[in-house]
């Protein structure tokens, strides 16, 4: 079956460092992205990884390892503008769908 | 260049009537996907569209169907509603069936059924 696990909740404070991990089992792969949602809205895309290793996009980074089904989004110098729900998503099968996960819901305290 | 357009914005059915939902597709892309999210989940795959032809569907039942028109804009349609169908619906458009990177997602119909 297809699989993404996601921790559900996540708190952290303003200006600080905070990692979003994310766990995949699916039959195939063909790239993992990161989108943030906010309430109501558009997911939009952060970040894509199809090879092992980190991605670096300003105050974003994300972390693939295909051997272990595993990614982490790092989101540095936290603004109250970042809560919002993080997203993440494998590509998968012969047409390229996406398969997310639940999401993260992260809340920036001051 | 403009991004995804989708209408209605939000849309109130009773149950067991049907309803379009459309989407327009980004300049230069050729691909549309639809995808399902309830309150709280993740968006949940319903089918792509590529050149016109569906090429992909999800685990969703055949009362949910779609077009893509020559200029690659789409149409999800839902027949009988049903109360779980209340959801976020979203589109996404990309080129060249889906590779790359380059998804853009509307900003989505919101469909109540009652």
């Known amino acids: 079956g297809q699989n993404i696990d996601q921790p559900t909740e996540m708190t952290a404070t303003e200006g600080a460092i905070v990692q979003i991990n994310c766990t995949y089992q699916?039959?195939?792969?063909?790239?993992l992205f990161w989108y943030q949602q906010h309430a109501g809205e558009a997911p939009t895309f952060l970040s894509y990884?199809?090879?092992?290793g980190l991605e670096e996009k300003g105050r974003f980074s994300s972390f693939l390892s295909r051997s272990k089904g595993y990614s982490y989004l790092l989101l540095k110098e936290l603004q109250m503008k970042d809560s919002a729900s993080y997203l993440c998503?494998?590509?998968?099968?012969?047409?390229?769908?996406?398969?997310f996960g639940a999401g993260t819901r992260l809340a920036v305290h001051p | 260049e403009t991004g995804v357009t989708q209408s209605p914005t939000h849309l109130i059915k009773t149950r067991g009537q049907q309803v379009t939902l459309r989407c327009s597709s980004q300049?230069?892309?050729?691909?549309v996907s639809w995808y399902q999210q309830a309150l709280g989940q993740g968006p949940q795959f319903i089918f792509q569209?590529?050149?016109?032809?569906?090429?992909g569907r999800g685990n969703f039942p055949p009362r949910f169907s779609g077009l893509q028109f020559p200029n690659y804009s789409s149409e999800l349609n839902v027949n009988a509603l049903e109360l779980d169908d209340s959801a976020l619906y979203l589109c996404?458009?990309?080129?060249?069936?889906?590779?790359?990177?380059?998804?853009?997602f509307g900003s989505g119909t919101r469909l109540t059924v009652v």
């Open positions: 996404a458009s990309s080129s060249t069936g889906g590779q790359g990177a380059g998804y853009t």
């Open positions: 699916t039959s195939g792969f063909n790239g």
């Open positions: 990884n199809v090879l092992d």
């Open positions: 998503a494998v590509r998968t099968g012969g047409y390229n769908k996406l398969i």
């Open positions: 300049s230069g892309h050729n691909t």
């Open positions: 569209y590529y050149r016109e032809e569906e090429n």
